[in-house]
């Protein structure tokens, strides 16, 4: 079992940056796919990033790449998610996902655990 927490969201100006946490129980972190997804009032979840159990392959969904990175520190148990330039469009509950599978998921349902969410409200 693995228990995922975020931190990290609040209220920020279009053009502003944020940077989201998520801490996961466990003693295997390291075995484990992380990911994000977000979810906007009335949308379905949709794909943020993912990264693979030791940091070196990642995946981002089109709306957010060159501005959001996904990393992790395996010694602290913590993937990170940096946001940069927001948009108001990125407003959403973020969810941190984790998966023990080898690939980089880009559907829910391929995720076994998933965090309670953190708000990210970007308006001027």
């Known amino acids: 079992q693995v228990q995922l927490v975020e931190s990290g969201g609040e209220l920020v100006q279009p053009g502003g940056s944020l940077r989201l946490s998520c801490a996961a129980s466990?003693?295997?972190?390291?075995?484990?796919?992380m990911g994000w997804f977000r979810q906007a009032p009335g949308k379905d979840r949709e794909f943020v990033a993912a990264i693979s159990g030791s940091g070196g392959s990642n995946r981002y969904a089109d709306p957010v790449k060159g501005r959001f990175t996904i990393s992790r520190d395996n010694a602290k148990n913590t993937n990170y998610l940096q946001m940069n330039s927001l948009k108001p469009e990125d407003t959403a509950v973020y969810y941190c996902?984790?998966?023990?599978?080898?690939?980089?998921?880009?559907?829910?349902?391929?995720?076994?655990?998933w965090g309670q969410g953190t708000q990210v409200t970007v308006s001027s």
């Open positions: 996902v984790a998966t023990i599978r080898l690939v980089l998921p880009t559907t829910p349902g391929n995720y076994d655990y």
């Open positions: 466990g003693r295997t972190f390291s075995r484990y796919v």
